[in-house]
């Protein structure tokens, strides 16, 4: 396809002309043009990392072979790819189909054959390291999702303050990434099925990510059999939760928050510059096995507030293992992990599917026969949260590729992050949400992008090249 044909075909277009300026034309052109060129490194890291390889070995795939236009390798790419560019709505691969880098970052083709008409009716056409680290902390929280109807297994949360599904979420800080989601009825309470689901996924991740694995939570979840779970494994798992102010804890520290007031009444801007004081307790809740160790953390007043503030931290660290400072450095960086959860739902905003009818027509034509079933709403709900933490994940490594490749030698890390931290939704309008035009040339396929971007990508690409390809675990 050359300029001259680009050209012929332009000027038989119908074009607009706005009243404002008459000398302005607004027109279609036949150029491949694309406002998402970013996906193609988001190919790239599925790609190199294996996942879709790993996804496809563990999905049964009941379609019949002569009827499949699209390999589920090319479905499973094409969520995750219009996912974490954030088209979460299923109508987007029709609106996207000829989007030019999409059709080429979720093909199974090479060269341009992605972007050649179909050679055959079943041809497809548009869109349809194993490393261990020493210690992995796995947080453990769960979120509300809002829905506006009736969807199955929805209910009022009267925490949250609105109908809602209620999944429980296991991720670790020091990586940003997900490593499940599970769905709950909305009403749900906070630990329900944690200690079930922490059991499956402590194994899987002991044998295949790290030797020693911490859990850390908020209050909610430091039920007695929760922690027995842990506790009572092979080789017991270290914890850390923040646990509920419950009459008898406050009753043990009254005498350290009496002391710590007539401190604060006779030495206010000494004591006021104390970060916090701990305290060891020892402690049995009412229907409870065992004793365990509880740490009363008092904080200074704020600037305004006359008295301090307390909470209470349960472990089965030592003290000498653990001591309280220690303890209280790792349950803060519990918030980069509550942050992470925030650009999970901002920037994904998984939206769940809301009825169980089978699709009536697809395309102004009958569906097929296996699209006419009822489907269970709340397993397919599973199915598009689970799908949106692997295209969570697949953003997230694209962006510590990123974070690393803008990082100067020399320059200090922070928590879970190399600096400059970057969100995902950053790293979305930044790398991925790229205007670009696409050529065919000679059995080529050229990209032209801003040289802004090139920049960036040229860094990421760069890093992505040192670290070579890494296989994904099963």
Known sequence: MGEAETTQVAEQEPNIRPSFNRAVRIEARPDRLTADAGVMLMREVMERTGLIDWLEAHFDDSRKSDQVTYSMSELLRTQLALLAQGWTSAAAADHLREDPALRL???????????R?????RTPDGLASRRRYARLTLDVDSLPIEVHGQ?????????????CYHPLILGAAEH????GAILRPGNANTAEGAATILRDYLGWIENHLAWEVIVRGDAGFPADALLAVLEQRLRPTQYVFRIRNYTPLRQMARP????????????PDEVRQEPFRAYELHYQGTKWKRARRVVLVIVPPEDGQLLPRSFYLIT??????????KLLKLYRQRGTYEQQLGDFMNTLAPHLSSTTRPKSH???????????TTRDAFDTNQAILSLNVLAHNVLNMGRRIAERAQTRHGRPRTYGRSSPAMSLHTFREHYLKVPARITLHSRRVWISIAQSTADLWNKWWQYIERLGVVSVVN
């Open 151 to 163: 969807q199955a297994g929805s209910a009022y949360n009267g925490y949250f303050g609105t109908r």
């Open 316 to 325: 089965n660290f030592s003290a000498a293992t653990m001591p309280a400072a």
């Open 256 to 267: 350290y928050v009496a002391g710590y007031l007539q401190d604060l009444r006779e030495r």
């Open 362 to 372: 697809y395309r102004g034509d009958a569906p097929a026969p296996y699209a006419r």
């Open 176 to 179: 940003g990434h997900l490593f």
């Open 105 to 115: 970052s979720v093909s199974d083709r090479r060269q341009d054959m992605p972007l």
């Open 117 to 121: 008409a179909p050679s055959t009716p």
